[in-house]
């Protein structure tokens, strides 16, 4: 992953680019229902060797019918704290 700054009017953040990695393992998931949900845990503060980050995309599929409902996406961010 490479670090970009994003840049707004009053500040400067950082969002990450992936570069080209053979390596990669990308999942597509085609046919949901409207009864399941996919969670992804996009960033991890351990430093134990698990993912850290996850990347994920949108992409239009040209195999989707014309008359198929849109896509709806629900974005919720959490902090999770764990104490031993």
Request: with cysteine; charged share 25%.
């Amino acid at each position: 992953m490479v670090a970009s700054d994003l840049i707004y009017r009053h500040r400067v953040g950082e969002l990450y680019g992936v570069k080209y990695n053979p390596a990669h393992q990308w999942f597509y998931v085609p046919e949901m229902r409207t009864d399941e949900v996919l969670l992804l845990k996009c960033y991890d503060s351990a430093l134990d060797g698990r993912a850290r980050f996850l990347p994920h995309t949108a992409f239009i599929d040209p195999t989707t019918p014309p008359d198929a409902a849109p896509r709806e996406s629900i974005e919720l961010r959490t902090l999770v704290f764990h104490a031993k």
